[in-house]
């Protein structure tokens, strides 16, 4: 499946008889929890890669000990190009386990991501390309192929559930679907409380940075959405819901029971909407959820939390 041009490959799109049921509505997934690095970021890491690639870099550097960095060790050791993640001291075993898999350099440096981001950000050269966990138009131009293959698929949606940590997911998802002439399609968002940045720039009316995150969803960890993905709100029905790390990992659970696979908590916020029926899907006939992801959670860990 996975062809010359792309590093992601094309996921399958299940239609999901149990949430649907429970909906009253047809629930479509998108299967990004299959793509090789185990999130939807390789569709943006992957393009930007190999579009540095092509320019002749040496390196690519990151500084996310999370699925972003996992993606641009997956795309490094694909294009036979070096891949630097430099990550906190806070970082998991897993994620170094992973990282270390892919077979990237994994520098753990400072208490915090900042400090973290700040020693990766002074070693790129002119050879190098530095890869954003979200902030980059090129992400969204990968994400965006992603709603090429659910038209391909023959499914045009009337709503689409995602969730929001920086915001390149959004951004991608509403590029896509406007290339498609589905500006009306209202998008559904989830974060968790205690990682509410969109939340937030929705009160304030612009992007603002959140002073305090907390919560297991940490792949929604960003303190600030990025522009592009406040913007969408502008042009685009945008309704945000919060839920509970609770409601997250209930609905990472009951998917496992469901479908087989297993996300993390980041991923169970969009499902907990539709396990939760907290969403007016009485007139919409056909939901695309995005099923994004995540490789840093096991099940031991979502059996620890309850
Ligand atoms: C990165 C990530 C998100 C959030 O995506 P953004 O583009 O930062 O909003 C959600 N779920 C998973 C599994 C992720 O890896």
Redesign the pocket.
């Known amino acids: 499946m996975k062809t010359a041009e792309s590093l992601s490959i094309k996921t399958p799109l299940l239609e999901s008889l149990p949430l649907s049921q429970l909906n009253q509505t047809r629930v479509w997934l998108k299967m990004e929890a299959m793509q090789p690095s185990g999130?939807?970021?390789i569709r943006g890491i992957g393009f930007a890669c190999q579009q540095h690639a092509a320019r002749g870099v040496k390196r690519f550097i990151s500084s996310s000990g999370?699925?972003?960095g996992l993606a641009v060790a997956y795309a490094g050791r694909q294009l036979g190009i070096p891949a630097v993640v430099v990550v906190p001291e806070s970082t998991s075993d897993r994620a170094l386990h992973l990282l270390a898999l892919e077979g990237a350099e994994v520098k753990v440096h400072g208490k915090t991501w900042a400090d973290a981001n700040q020693l990766a950000q002074s070693w790129v050269t002119e050879q190098d390309a530095f890869i954003h966990?979200?902030d980059d138009a090129l992400l969204w131009q990968g994400i965006a192929a992603l709603i090429d293959e659910v038209v391909e698929g023959g499914v045009r949606p009337d709503a689409v559930v995602l969730?929001?940590?920086?915001?390149?997911?959004?951004?991608?998802i509403d590029q896509g679907l406007t290339q498609h002439g589905l500006h009306q399609v209202p998008i559904y968002i989830a974060e968790t409380t205690g990682m509410a940045s969109y939340h937030a720039a929705l009160v304030a009316g612009h992007p603002i940075a959140v002073d305090h995150l907390s919560g297991i969803a940490t792949?929604?960890g960003?303190r600030q959405?990025c522009q592009r993905?406040f913007d969408v709100s502008k042009t685009r029905t945008v309704v945000g819901t919060q839920v509970s790390d609770r409601e997250a990992v209930d609905a990472c659970l009951a998917f496992l029971d469901d479908h087989r696979t297993l996300?993390?908590p980041?991923?169970g916020a969009a499902l907990a909407l539709l396990y939760g029926q907290k969403l007016p899907l009485a007139s919409v006939e056909n939901v695309l959820v995005i099923v994004?992801?995540?490789s840093t959670a096991t099940l031991n860990a979502l059996q620890a939390f309850k």
Do not use: I
């Open positions: 999130s939807f970021k999370g699925n972003a966990p979200f969730s929001v940590g920086g915001g390149s997911l959004l951004s991608g792949s929604l960003a959405v993905a996300v993390e980041a991923c994004c992801g995540g």
